[in-house]
T-cell receptor, first 110, second 112 residues
Framework: QKEVEQDPGPLSVPEGAIVSLNCTYSNSAFQYFMWYRQYSRKGPELLMYTYSSGNKEDGRFTAQVDKSSKYISLFIRDSQPSDSATYLCALLQGAQKLVFGQGTRLTINP | NAGVTQTPKFRILKIGQSMTLQCAQD?????MYWYRQDPGMGLKLIYY???????DKGEVPNGYNVSRSTTEDFPLRLELAAPSQTSVYFC???????????FGDGTRLSIL
């Protein structure tokens, strides 16, 4: 079993839709949770960072963590074509190493 | 702000050749990391460093070597390149414990 599971998609939705991206994990030692966005031929850029269960909102983006279920989500409201990218969940171990999900390729259609 | 700078951006190698991928950061970060990303996959950790003079293996270290003589630089060395090392390589740095990592834009490497 992989430490972090993420549906690779691809996921295609119309502009303005609400997008839900998810990851599950198996190791309860993960305490810090991140979402990175990666545009084609670019490096990952940090989108959201959280360390507690519950919701964290930043503009159109909401990160949700449920430690009891070992489940994290990223919601995008009012999706835009510029949101088209690959989204990677990343979980931080105590040894200061990130473990990444496979990434979900998202396309927002105008 | 330069952040994390990787060179070269692209490279084609022949089987058996060697090369060094360069990574430099100007944020005075102690932690630095090397990852590889294969098509449709997430990032896999090759090597990492928690400070100058200290390096350790990640998940997929075979065929690679690193050194960390300064805080700023963390080069990745490929010896005897193999087709399986065709990938996109990303370098990242982190300012302190439990902080997010900051990535460069990658080096695309093809071994033919």
């Amino acid at each position: 079993q992989k430490e972090v599971e993420q549906d690779p998609g691809p996921l295609s939705v119309p502009e303005g839709a609400i997008v839900s991206l998810n990851c599950t994990y198996s190791n309860s030692a993960f305490q810090y949770f991140m979402w990175y966005r990666q545009y084609s031929r670019k490096g990952p850029e940090l989108l959201m960072y959280t360390y507690s269960s519950g919701n964290k909102e930043d503009g159109r983006f909401t990160a949700q963590v449920d430690k009891s279920s070992k489940y994290i989500s990223l919601f995008i409201r009012d999706s835009q074509p510029s949101d088209s990218a690959t989204y990677l969940c990343a979980l931080l171990q105590g040894a200061q190493k990130l473990v990444f999900g496979q990434g979900t390729r998202l396309t927002i259609n105008p | 702000n330069a952040g994390v700078t990787q060179t070269p951006k692209f490279r084609i190698l022949k089987i058996g050749q060697s090369m060094t991928l360069q990574c430099a950061q100007d944020m005075n970060h102690n932690y630095m990391y090397w990852y590889r990303q294969d098509p449709g996959m997430g990032l896999k950790l090759i090597y990492y460093s928690v400070g100058a003079g200290i390096t350790d293996k990640g998940e997929v270290p075979n065929g690679y070597n690193v050194s960390r003589s300064t805080t700023e630089d963390f080069p990745l060395r490929l010896e005897l390149a193999a087709p399986s090392q065709t990938s996109v390589y990303f370098c990242a740095s982190m300012g302190g414990r439990n902080q997010p990592q900051h990535f460069g834009d990658g080096t695309r490497l093809s071994i033919l």
